[in-house]
């Protein structure tokens, strides 16, 4: 569900952020019968946010503040029968992109497992 919700960032970091989000909801979503959610809104408050939501294992929502530490990676979040190619950088990188646009990164383990991961950039001038 995308609706509009403009931010001021640098095109090319903002890409990489997408990427990297959409690519970890895919690569660690369950093997058969999953999903991967996707929605763009602007708050009341002119913030605009990005919500990426996936199936996959349950996780320990102890462990996920962890996932954004460099070469960090959740126990059991690759695929099964997919190869982990994964390098552990993404949500590291992810993070630093929210940062660099004044933007929060909220992760949350989904109760019936997979993660939901909201970026939220302040309102646009």
Do not use: K, Q, Y
């Not at 708050?43 to 199936?55: F, M, Q, V």
């Not at 503040?65 to 590291?92: K, M």
């Amino acid at each position: 569900d995308l609706r509009p919700a403009p931010v001021l960032a640098d095109p090319e970091l903002l890409e990489r952020l997408v990427a990297n989000l959409v690519g970890n909801a895919v690569r660690h979503n369950a093997a058969s019968d999953g999903f991967v959610s996707v929605t763009t809104r602007r708050g009341p408050d002119g913030a605009a946010r990005l919500t990426i939501e996936n199936s996959g294992d349950v996780l320990d929502p102890a462990m996920v503040p962890t996932l954004v530490e460099p070469f960090v990676r959740g126990r059991g979040r690759v695929r099964s029968g997919g190869a982990d190619t994964g390098s552990g950088l993404g949500l590291a990188i992810v993070a630093s992109v929210a940062r660099r646009h004044g933007a929060e990164l909220d992760l949350r383990a989904r109760p019936d497992g997979g993660l939901v991961a909201t970026v939220t950039f302040p309102a646009s001038a």
